[in-house]
């Protein structure tokens, strides 16, 4: 990042100690601070089709600087690139992860979400209680369901979350 642009050229450690080192030399009240600008200016600047294939990396410098982002909005939208970044290490197999970036990105949300954003609240949820699950954390999977099934209005979405309750016993 160069005067707010985002530059291609790669820079590279010669050893991962180095870069740890590099880190933290930092002074702790500059990390936060740096990892939002980076993760914001990442997210304004790319293309789109950049900003999907690197979600990942965005997600991982918004949520380092997570107890920065002040407005709901911000905080939404950290949410939805948690769930882009979850479903991705999903597919991968990579069930920690995801699991780690659904409860990174259902921090701090609005106590409304059903009511203000129900699609972002169903998938949450679902993915949530589908990672929990694929995880072994079975209690946590169910409640996740159950909690998803009272709070979602539409029939067809509580349907598909009963037939994950079904397929997960």
Not at 43 to 59: A, T
Not at 98 to 118: N, T, V
Request: proline share 5%; charged share 30%.
């Amino acid at each position: 990042l160069v005067d707010g642009a985002v530059v291609t050229r790669q820079l590279s450690f010669f050893h991962d100690r180095m870069q740890e080192a590099a880190y933290r030399s930092l002074p702790g009240d500059q990390i936060a601070p740096l990892h939002h600008r980076i993760g914001r200016l990442l997210l304004e600047k790319l293309p789109p089709d950049e900003r999907e294939r690197r979600v990942v990396d965005i997600v991982g410098h918004l949520n380092r600087a997570a107890d920065r982002l002040q407005t709901p909005t911000e905080r939404l939208e950290l949410a939805q690139l948690n769930l882009a970044s979850a479903r991705r290490a999903k597919s991968s197999a990579a069930f920690d992860a995801a699991l780690e970036y659904l409860r990174a990105g259902m921090h701090k949300l609005p106590e409304d979400l059903w009511q203000s954003e129900p699609d972002l609240a169903f998938h949450l949820y679902r993915e949530r209680a589908e990672l929990e699950y694929l995880n072994s954390r079975f209690e946590q999977a169910e409640h996740y369901c159950y909690d998803a099934i009272e709070r979602e209005p539409d029939i067809h979405r509580q349907v598909d979350l009963h037939h994950m309750l079904v397929m997960q016993y």
